[in-house]
């Protein structure tokens, strides 16, 4: 099963950009890598995802080096309310099955 | 209108009895999930249903049984309560497990407290 390491957490203020990474060794060569973000009380919500080199949209960035055995999320210009927890996520196959294994997750705080 | 729904948001109980949390998504996703997270975060996958076929089960008490009605609902029983297991569940669907580049959507979780 692919696993993953993260940051447990990060400090960062307003308006700098936040760098995230995720290192998964196992990761199985049709999987994709999935950040997703989770804030208090809720639950955890889709914000990226990629297969290899970069990915954009509106609110990140996912950078992914050749060998695919890390990713790194990038979070330009992060404001107080991207404060969350943020999860990198690899598919995993047990046997036919797929397995959605998520990290332990990285806190990110942004301090004004 | 929601995609994932749980209900209910918070349930409090007492050691030893039974409840169940239901789950619905209106989104025509083949694979539902239920998801535990403990006090320190950590989200771990408990169970998984695709095409009303259980496929993966994780090393999970006995205690705990998801039952599917149909492929919009997964409903989590647990019998037998105890203290350990107060924690957020959170079920998830997703179009296609064995798809690589799936995406899950989460419902807003259940507090369940263990008094």
């Known amino acids: 099963l692919a696993k993953t390491t993260q940051p447990i957490s990060m400090d960062s203020y307003e308006g700098q950009e936040v760098n995230i990474t995720c290192s998964h060794n196992?990761?199985?060569?049709?999987?994709?890598i999935t950040w997703y973000q989770q804030f208090p009380s809720q639950g955890p919500r889709f914000i990226i995802q990629?297969?290899?080199t970069k990915v954009t949209n509106e609110v990140a960035s996912l950078f992914i080096p050749a060998d695919r055995k890390s990713s790194t999320l990038s979070l330009p210009r992060v404001s107080l309310s991207d404060t969350a927890v943020y999860y990198c996520?690899?598919?995993?196959?047990?046997?036919?099955?797929?397995?959605?294994?998520f990290g332990s997750g990285t806190q990110l705080t942004v301090l004004p | 209108d929601t995609a994932v729904s749980q209900t209910p948001k918070y349930l409090v109980t007492q050691m030893g009895n039974d409840k169940s949390i239901k789950c619905e998504q209106n989104l025509g996703h083949d694979t539902m999930y239920w998801y535990k997270q403990d006090s320190k975060k950590f989200l771990k996958i408990m169970f998984s249903y695709n095409n009303k076929e259980l496929i993966i089960n994780e090393t999970v008490p006995n205690r705990f049984s998801p039952k599917s009605p149909d492929k919009a609902h997964l409903n989590l029983h647990i019998n037998s309560l105890e203290l350990g297991d107060s924690a957020v569940y959170f079920c998830?669907?997703?179009?296609?497990?064995?798809?690589?580049?799936?995406?899950?959507?989460f419902g807003q979780g259940t507090r369940l407290t263990v008094v």
């Open positions: 996520l690899v598919g995993a196959r047990t046997g036919s099955a797929r397995q959605l294994t």
């Open positions: 998830a669907s997703s179009q296609d497990v064995n798809m690589p580049n799936t995406e899950a959507f």
């Open positions: 196992n990761i199985a060569t049709n999987d994709y």
């Open positions: 990629g297969y290899k």
